[in-house]
């Protein structure tokens, strides 16, 4: 098992995805450790949110300076593929960075964890936890 979810995490990101059909929700996943407690939906700002997304940069500072005043870290982040897989897409490929965060990926009520290599990601096992 690589990280931990919480059930509260995984309805959250089900429920922007659904929310967001026809466009691509995205967001920030927050928690200390290998354990997501928080997803926070941030606005999607790209510039055709029903093929991409961009996560807002001050939704992003926001979650930084939190965690620097001793909030949780911003450990990855979220979006949903509407009418794909949960699979990243060649353009999820093309921005992997090798930062290492996580990136959740949301399609048909399915959430798939995977980690940044920098080379592309390498799926993440998880367990659910209260």
Known sequence: MDIEVTRAVLATLV????????????????GRGAVLDTARPVLNVAANPRLQFEIDPQGLLTAHREARAGGPAVLGYYHSHPTGSSVPSATDREHSTGDSRIWAIIADSEVAFWRDSGNGFAPLTFRVVD
């Open 15 to 30: 429920e922007e995805a659904a929310k967001a059909t026809p466009k691509e929700c995205c967001g920030l996943l927050l």
